[in-house]
């Protein structure tokens, strides 16, 4: 509330506040230089300014004016302030909160547009859309808007709002660390007063293949032996236990056999009893695929060699006359051998 005068009275300076009332002029407190200062005869130097005759004093100051802006004031050798408006008593007029003060219901909210999953995978991260609304704030109002990641990074933006919304179209956020991320929508008023809003989600990109072998002992080539009832097996990076695994076999002879299994909790995933021998000897390829909980695939492929035939070799040797026909039978030697 605005002082319209200080009244010094007996000594003793009074703050003439804008509804009338008088309010003593604290210790310390400085008298603004821009309102005046009324000086009063001393009717009762020892008297306390709360007495009656300090009373009485002022009582017969405000004698001589009138409401209308008729009368006599007294002549004190200061400057008084005047009245714009006799008409109209400034107690009268509306007193609104000042232009763009925060009203007290004021809210605001913001959203990270990750699809609905939770997630900003690797192909959101570089054009988020963060969108908000507003309650009683005004448009055209600038909002400051922070994305946060849990390693300290952060990344801010600026909205305007508009018919109670405000947004942030494409935000890149390939910037922050992978893990969780919070939104941070803030107002502020010039005094001050600050309404806040915020959003979680996770940024999650990775996800990669690791292996994918069949079963080959130790000289890395399928045999007839392996052929039959072959396992087949391989691990994933950065994906949730419990995905979903296709894995695909190809060589030439036969169609492609597919398969479906699951992660377990080390990213490892097998299929036993694969009868790999309705192909024909050569290469396999074999490929096996996911998709993590963020939206992220991953793929890895792998070849492997399969040779299920045995050659066989043999050799007629005649000790006796070594020119490859057999003269007798007494000494015929057969040598041989497989691969």
């Not at 009582?59 to 006599?72: I, L, M, Q």
């Not at 305007?160 to 941070?184: H, I, K, N, W």
């Not at 890395?220 to 236990?241: C, H, I, K, R, Y």
């Amino acid at each position: 509330m605005a002082v319209q005068a200080y009244l010094n009275l007996n000594g003793v300076v009074w703050k003439l506040m804008e509804d009338g009332s008088l309010v003593p002029l604290e210790p310390g407190e400085a008298v603004l230089p821009d309102v005046p200062l009324l000086e009063f005869p001393d009717s009762n130097p020892e008297a306390d300014p709360a007495s009656s005759s300090s009373q009485s004093s002022l009582a017969s100051f405000f004698t001589n004016v009138s409401r209308d802006g008729a009368g006599e004031i007294p002549s004190s050798g200061y400057d008084t302030r005047g009245v714009a408006d006799a008409g109209e008593s400034s107690r009268d007029a509306k007193q609104g909160p000042p232009p763009d003060l925060l009203p007290n219901d004021a809210g605001i909210s913001i959203r990270i547009q990750d699809g609905g999953d939770g997630y900003v995978n690797r192909f959101e991260q570089d054009a988020v859309d963060l969108v908000g609304t507003t309650t009683d704030i005004l448009d055209d109002t600038v909002v400051d808007v922070i994305v946060l990641d849990a390693q300290g990074g952060s990344v801010t933006f600026t909205a305007v709002v508009q018919d109670g919304r405000f947004s942030v179209p494409g935000a890149d956020l390939s910037s922050l660390a992978e893990g969780p991320l919070t939104a941070v929508a803030t107002y502020q008023d010039p005094y001050g007063n600050r309404v806040t809003g915020t959003d979680d989600s996770i940024k999650d990109t990775l996800a990669s293949g690791v292996d994918v072998e069949a079963a080959t002992g130790t000289d890395d080539v399928v045999n007839a032996v392996e052929a039959v009832d072959n396992t087949l097996s391989g691990t994933f990076a950065d994906v949730q236990a419990g995905a979903d695994v296709e894995v695909t076999v190809s060589g030439a002879g036969h169609g492609d056999l597919v398969f479906t299994t699951t992660l377990d909790a080390s990213g490892h995933w097998s299929i036993p009893d694969v009868d790999l021998d309705v192909f024909d000897d050569g290469t396999l390829t074999l490929t096996a695929s996911t998709v993590d909980q963020a939206g992220n695939p991953a793929t890895i492929t792998d070849t492997v060699d399969m040779d299920t035939q045995a050659a066989i070799t043999a050799e007629f040797v005649d000790a006796q006359q070594p020119d490859g026909v057999a003269a007798g039978v007494a000494e015929l030697v057969f040598a041989g051998g497989y691969r």
